[in-house]
């Protein structure tokens, strides 16, 4: 839970963060999902995010508990 200025809401809400899949440029088989992994490990991406996960393949939004608002919160590693 992070307490964030939310615009919708005018004030300071408590957010809730969201890991939401994007529609993969990769085919669904094994081999192309494997690839997808490699891809993203060696661009460093994946350092920073568990496991299975990739910046490439993943948007983070944060969601406004009072609201519902999603804003899309790709950018930064300050964000817990
Ligand atoms: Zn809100």
Redesign the pocket.
């Known amino acids: 839970m992070n307490t964030r200025f939310?615009?919708?809401?005018?004030?300071e809400?408590t957010?809730k963060e969201v890991m939401k899949q994007k529609p993969s440029k990769y085919g669904k088989s094994k081999k192309e999902q494997f690839k997808a992994f490699l891809e993203g490990f060696f661009s460093g991406s994946a350092a920073s995010l568990p496991a299975g996960a990739s910046l490439e393949l993943t948007d983070r939004y944060i969601v406004?508990?009072?609201?519902?608002?999603q804003t899309l919160e790709n950018h930064g590693e300050e964000f817990q």
């Open positions: 939310c615009e919708q809401c005018g004030e809400t957010h406004c508990t009072k609201c519902g608002k």
